[in-house]
């Protein structure tokens, strides 16, 4: 258990509405990342956040923003959702030490109708 | 473009035999490399990492690397239904600022 939890776990939406999507981290890590996950894509990075106020784009940015006010949340919001952004979202912390990698979060599931 | 590829499967091994699993990527200053399983609607858990060349063993999984040739792959012996799940490859490059490159992952199936 890395310490992250995600919410909503489920949520349906309409095309064209705004949604924003949480994680929260208890463990005080600097780096934390939003990837989504498609059959036959496998992971890709939306964008990442090193530290507070501090993010960049990853692969799939586009129609995708992030803030992070606090160390504990970074939130991905689509800005006006469409169809093509159904998909698991997933976020991911990185943690030092042996094995410094990435860790991840239980996911979140979005349908956009 | 830094690639991950690994063969999609499915894979399907009778139980107690030897998995293995295969990734190649195409970054040269690549300098970390992990394993994550990932069982159907779950997250992906860490497994196994390696950063230097050849052999790195934890329990039954044993993680193999080929700087040279570009090559990484994970070995699963005596395979146990348990162990279905799909399996990614993700390689870290050097100066990435921490980001990490997935692979699209193999479907494993273990038949009892």
């Known amino acids: 258990d890395a310490g992250i939890t995600q919410s909503p776990r489920h949520k349906v939406t309409e095309t064209g509405t705004p949604v924003t999507l949480r994680c929260h981290q208890t463990?005080?890590?600097?780096?934390m990342y939003w990837y989504r996950q498609d059959p036959g894509h496998g992971l890709r990075l939306i964008h990442y956040?090193?530290?507070?106020?501090?993010?960049d784009k990853g692969e799939v940015s586009d129609g995708y923003s992030v803030s992070r006010s606090k160390t504990e949340d970074f939130l991905l919001t689509l800005e006006s959702a469409t169809s093509s952004q159904t998909s698991v979202y997933f976020c991911?912390?990185?943690?030092?030490?042996?094995?410094?990698?990435?860790?991840f979060g239980p996911g979140t599931r979005l349908l956009v109708l | 473009q830094k690639e991950v590829e690994q063969n999609s499967g499915p894979l399907s091994v009778p139980e107690g035999a030897i998995a293995s699993l295969n990734c190649t990527y195409s970054?040269?200053?690549?300098?970390?490399f992990f394993w994550y399983r990932q069982y159907s609607g779950k997250s992906p858990e860490l497994i196994m990492f390696?950063?230097?060349?050849g052999d790195k063993e934890d329990g039954r999984f044993t993680a193999q690397l080929n700087k040279a040739s570009q090559y990484v792959s994970l070995l699963i012996r005596d395979s146990q239904p348990s162990d279905s799940a799909t399996y990614l490859c993700?390689?870290?490059?050097?100066?990435?600022?921490?980001?990490?490159?997935f692979g699209k992952g193999t479907l494993l199936t273990v038949n009892p």
């Open positions: 991911a912390i990185r943690r030092g030490g042996e094995g410094e990698t990435q860790y």
């Open positions: 463990e005080n890590h600097r780096y």
């Open positions: 956040s090193y530290g507070v106020k501090d993010t």
């Open positions: 970054d040269r200053g690549s300098q970390s």
């Open positions: 390696i950063y230097s060349n």
């Open positions: 993700a390689v870290k490059s050097g100066g990435s600022n921490y980001k990490l490159t």
